[in-house]
């Protein structure tokens, strides 16, 4: 009898630690140091040095005989096919053609 006692005393208490320490690590607040929030902004910017403004990307296949493809990025982006000059993108109202 006094073992089953003491073994209901010792799951009791090892159930309310556990239970006192998952309550305690839920309640912490995480709190981002002017530190973090620095390098998180710093990852945040572009490598190249540029604006990094650019919203959009356009790229057309060129196809056979040139092979290869064009691409630009800019604020405005659409391609399409030029019958006389062949197949082009255009970003920001700069044309560029296979």
Not at 5 to 30: E, H, P, R, S
Not at 75 to 98: M, P
């Amino acid at each position: 009898m006094k073992k089953l006692i003491f073994l209901i005393t010792f799951i009791a208490v090892v159930a309310i630690t556990a239970g006192y320490n998952m309550y305690i690590a839920l309640d912490k607040k995480v709190y981002m140091t002017e530190f973090i929030l620095t390098n998180v902004e710093a990852l945040a910017q572009p490598e190249n040095g540029g604006s990094g403004n650019y919203s959009c990307t356009a790229t057309v296949d060129c196809g056979l005989p040139l092979g290869g493809s064009v691409s630009c990025s800019g604020q405005r982006c659409s391609r399409g096919i030029d019958w006389t000059r062949g197949a082009y993108v255009e970003c920001d109202g700069n044309k560029t053609f296979c």
